[in-house]
């Protein structure tokens, strides 16, 4: 079994940042992609970055140049560096961890944190 907790999140000024962290506990970190999405009220889930077990990222175009996701796989811990707040930042943010197997089926495997809230004021 896998579980992921968040923390990090609170209350910022737009401009101001923040820095949320995941620890995952369990074995498959190492093998695992791990990513952040994030929901606002309303809102469809959407993702925000994720970081491949190889270091490859990718981002949201809508926060490209200001977050950056980052894993420490000594600590099992993913992190987003989130700068430049804006206000359309506002939302709970969700840990994923994703992984497949092919033996003895095929199968994706999907963990997912509580998730943390995330406020930018204007």
């Known amino acids: 079994q896998v579980q992921l907790v968040e923390s990090g999140g609170g209350l910022v000024q737009a401009g101001g940042s923040l820095r949320l962290s995941c620890a995952a506990s369990g074995t498959i970190f190492s093998i695992a992609t791990m990513g952040w999405y994030r929901q606002a009220p309303g809102k469809q889930r959407e993702l925000v970055s994720t970081v491949t077990s190889r270091d490859s990222t990718n981002y949201a175009d809508s926060v490209k140049g200001r977050f950056t996701i980052s894993r420490d796989n000594t600590k099992n811990t993913v992190y987003l560096q989130m700068n430049s707040l804006k206000p359309e930042d506002t939302a709970v943010y969700y840990c994923?961890?994703?992984?497949?197997?092919?033996?003895?089926?095929?199968?994706?495997?999907?963990?997912w944190g509580q998730g943390t809230q995330v406020t930018v004021s204007s």
């Open positions: 994923n961890a994703r992984y497949s197997i092919s033996w003895p089926r095929s199968k994706t495997y999907d963990y």
